[in-house]
């Protein structure tokens, strides 16, 4: 699959609003190993190799388990291996993501009402909103997969 633009190059500007949300994600006070879990998730909904790619090996880095990773497809059934927190951020993530009937389930909302403050479901949604634009970017332009590297974003000059 051959690449269809470079959007860092082409609008830095994009990129750099993502960051800027991203770093609100980064530093909401969340659980880094569930925004892990977050970010992993909806990607593999969303079907972004890139994304996929990096949320894998970043969590790798920070020191997930290949087990829980592997599974995260398939959470309900391996629910042993994840926190009732973990579980609830996860559901909250699929029914955010899949907004197809254009609702949020309410079964989700009280799931993660349970285990959340309000403050935390605000930036648990922005989380799930952070990787839902950065999959659709790299969806629509095609971005390859497969050469990130855990840390390469750190020191990104944009512009």
């Not at 892990?36 to 969590?59: E, F, P």
């Not at 970017?137 to 095609?142: D, K, S």
């Not at 997969?145 to 390469?152: E, L, V, W």
Request: hydrophobic share 45%; charged share 25%; net charge neutral.
């Amino acid at each position: 699959m051959k690449t269809r633009l470079d959007w860092f190059k082409a609008a830095p500007v994009v990129a750099q609003a993502l960051f800027s949300m991203q770093k609100v994600v980064s530093e909401s006070g969340l659980e880094p190993k569930l925004l892990d879990l977050v970010k992993l998730r909806a990607s593999q909904i969303n079907g972004c190799a890139y994304c996929i790619d990096m949320h894998t090996k970043d969590a790798r880095a920070a020191g997930e388990t290949e087990q829980r990773l592997y599974l995260l497809d398939a959470w309900r059934e391996a629910a042993q291996l994840y926190s009732e927190r973990e579980q609830a951020a996860v559901a909250w993530t699929e029914a955010v993501t899949r907004l197809g009937d254009g609702h949020v389930p309410e079964a989700a909302w009280e799931e993660v009402r349970a285990r959340f403050a309000d403050a935390e479901i605000a930036k648990l949604t922005l989380a799930v909103v952070a990787i839902n634009g950065w999959n659709r970017f790299n969806i629509a332009f095609r971005t390859p997969a497969g050469n990130y590297q855990p840390g390469m974003f750190k020191n990104l000059k944009l512009g």
